[in-house]
């Protein structure tokens, strides 16, 4: 199994649509958890951290559940922008593992 | 602000090839760290070092060797390239601690033939 597990997608949605993607992690001692946002061919850069009470950052909100061991976050109000692969990252012991990533594309 | 440099961007290798990805960060990070991106696989760590002066094998270590020449510097070799390294690397750093930001560099795309 998997450190850090992602649905692949794609997830093709229209603008304005609400999309939600879900990770599951394995290691219940993780502390720490991100969402980074990887554009094709481009480097990931932090979209945004995950607190175990949830946070909001304009058109995102980010989950944690510890007790299911999985973190979500759902895009409100699609762009065409937001197109790009999502990475699910969760704090291991010395390093951060990575889910292989959700690529979602927004469609006019 | 350059943030995470690496070089080079591109380069083709023939198998049993050595060569070495250079990487330099300027935000006076203490962590740094290599990482290979391959369809699929998400990103899997080959070696971090905490500090200059110390380095760590993570997930995937075998094939590569690296050196924290400096608290600026970490490099990747590969000592004798093979097929299977054929890969997108990335450099990347962070403030020493739990939950601290990773940067990545814009990564050094491999192909070895």
């Known amino acids: 199994r998997k450190e850090v597990e992602q649905d692949p997608g794609p997830f093709n949605v229209p603008e304005g649509a609400t999309v939600a993607f879900n990770c599951t992690y394995s290691?219940?001692?993780?502390?720490?958890f991100f969402w980074y946002r990887q554009d094709c061919r481009k480097e990931p850069k932090l979209l945004m951290s995950?607190?175990?009470s949830g946070n909001e950052d304009g058109r995102f909100t980010a989950q944690l559940n510890r007790a299911s061991q999985y973190i979500s976050l759902l895009i409100r109000d699609s762009k065409l922008s937001d197109s790009a692969t999502y990475l699910c990252v969760v704090n291991g012991f010395n390093d951060m593992r990575f889910g292989a990533g959700t690529r979602l594309t927004v469609k006019p | 602000n350059a943030g995470v440099t690496q070089t080079p961007k591109f380069q083709v290798l023939k198998t049993g090839q050595s060569m070495t990805l250079q990487c330099a960060q300027d935000?006076?990070?203490?962590?740094m760290y290599w990482y290979r991106q391959d369809p699929g696989m998400g990103l899997r760590l080959i070696y971090y070092s905490a500090s200059e002066g110390t380095t760590d094998k993570g997930e995937v270590p075998n094939g590569y060797n690296v050196s924290r020449l400096n608290k600026r510097e970490f490099s990747l070799r590969l000592e004798s390239a093979a097929p299977s390294q054929t890969s997108v690397y990335f450099c990347?750093?962070?403030?020493?601690?739990?939950?601290?930001?990773?940067?990545f560099g814009e990564g050094s795309w491999l192909t070895v033939v």
């Open positions: 935000m006076n990070h203490n962590s």
């Open positions: 995950v607190y175990s």
């Open positions: 990347a750093s962070s403030a020493q601690g739990a939950g601290n930001t990773i940067y």
């Open positions: 290691n219940s001692a993780s502390q720490s």
